[in-house]
């Protein structure tokens, strides 16, 4: 499968499905307009509409485009992980009942797992697998 290059630390969150330390995300305490794209495939998750405030310490959004998330639960079973439904990268966690937006989800998403795209840009092809 041919994706986009990774930094070690991307791996890391993406591939072996670690956690960024919270607060450390460059997206963490971001608001621009544009789209959240996958940093190994391109495929677009969340708009920044859907970007909120949330204090979890991470990216948060509380919807993302049709069709671009799979959940799964945790081998815990005490939390659903979420992954881009092209690729299977780890995004990070949804959480729903916390009652921060009108929708009552939070997807907190690791910042290197995602890349953001201004408005004014064209985001780049996806890299199916």
Request: aromatic share 10%; charged share 30%.
């Amino acid at each position: 499968m041919v994706y986009n290059n990774l930094t070690p630390e991307e791996k890391r969150i993406i591939e072996d499905k670690e956690t960024e330390i919270p607060f450390t995300g460059k997206y963490d305490n971001f608001h621009e307009d544009g789209t959240f794209i996958c940093r190994r495939c391109n495929l677009p998750l969340f708009s920044s509409k859907a970007k909120f405030d949330s204090g979890c310490g991470w990216p948060a959004f509380d919807e993302n485009f049709p069709d671009a998330i799979k959940l799964l639960l945790d081998p815990d079973g005490q939390r659903t992980e979420i992954e881009c439904a092209n690729c299977g990268g780890n995004l990070g966690h949804v959480f729903e009942g916390e009652h921060l937006t009108d929708k009552d989800t939070i997807y907190c998403v690791n910042s290197l797992s995602i890349c953001f795209i201004p408005i004014e840009k064209e985001i780049p092809e996806v890299n199916h697998g």
